[in-house]
């Protein structure tokens, strides 16, 4: 039987709801065999995985999902098997994006807080500690427990949306940047959810190409915000481009509908990653 492989989730130490023990223990429950651990902007959780693999049994791909933004688009670039030094270009653009990130939050909640009931103590009680890194989905989670909307999804069409009143911009590099120096921390950048239904548009074919010229290997074609139609789209790039096709659930825990395993990696494409990757971080097995 095929490996199953869920290369995108989020735990605790960023916007998911459990911390990364109970990750991958409910990876194990899902059946699957190996699960990247992609928090937003931060390598914090990665302390963790050892220890978690041994009692799971699941084996387990360190990476992080990079923040980017071109043109007022948010792009997010999975950066699989990347070093984690504190030293490197990529390590200070993440700190520089989640410095921005609590500056952001706290202004947006600011702006909030005049037309609904939260307040930045609200939105703390919602992080699993202080080295947490605060986002929107934080201020969903607090909205929610205020009974001002019913849940993240809504919250995130509603009062969240990069269209609504209350959004502010944060600092994030350039996606052409991100790539580059994912690829100079030994890493391999994938493009995830480039098709986003929770985008204002799709990402730009000429944007995507001047990524692969930097250095990305490879693009997230399964993904529950892809239907149909966007994954041939992006099927036929990937082919074109000679990019690697990868899948993973995306999930948050609690804070979404995504289950894991419900969009999968083949194991070759997992053995290019780590063939390609450069660093000396590995999977943990």
Not at 36 to 57: F, I, K, N, Q, Y
Not at 135 to 150: K, Q, T
Request: with cysteine; proline share 5%.
């Amino acid at each position: 039987m095929s490996e199953r492989i869920d290369l995108h989730t989020h735990s605790s130490w960023s916007d998911g709801t459990c911390g990364v023990d109970e990750l991958l223990r409910r990876a194990a429950r899902a059946q699957l065999d190996v699960l990247a651990l992609t928090d937003h902007d931060t390598v914090a959780g990665w302390a963790e995985l050892p220890r978690a693999v041994a009692a799971s049994g699941v084996a387990a791909v360190p990476g992080i999902e990079v923040s980017a933004e071109h043109e007022n688009l948010s792009v997010h670039v999975l950066a699989l098997l990347v070093d984690p030094d504190e030293d490197t270009e990529l390590a200070e653009e993440m700190a520089r994006a989640r410095s921005s990130r609590i500056e952001r939050a706290r202004s947006m909640v600011e702006l909030i807080s005049r037309d609904h009931p939260i307040s930045w103590e609200d939105v703390r009680a919602q992080a699993a500690g202080d080295s947490t890194v605060i986002g929107r989905p934080h201020i969903a989670d607090a909205l929610v427990a205020r009974g001002a909307i019913p849940d993240r999804s809504a919250a995130f069409q509603e009062i969240l949306s990069p269209s609504g009143p209350y959004y502010v911009p944060y600092y994030a590099p350039s996606p052409v940047r991100a790539v580059r120096a994912i690829r100079a921390a030994g890493g391999v950048a994938v493009v995830a959810h480039p098709g986003s239904v929770t985008r204002d548009a799709d990402l730009p074919v000429d944007l995507l190409e001047e990524m692969v010229e930097a250095g990305l290997a490879g693009i997230e074609v399964g993904h529950r915000e892809h239907d149909e139609a966007e994954r041939t789209r992006l099927r036929e790039f990937a082919t074109t481009h000679d990019l690697l096709i990868t899948g993973g659930s995306d999930y948050h825990g609690a804070g979404k509908p995504n289950r894991l395993g419900e969009n999968l990696t083949q194991p070759d494409v997992l053995a290019a990653i780590t063939h390609r990757a450069t660093s000396t971080t590995e999977v943990i097995r």
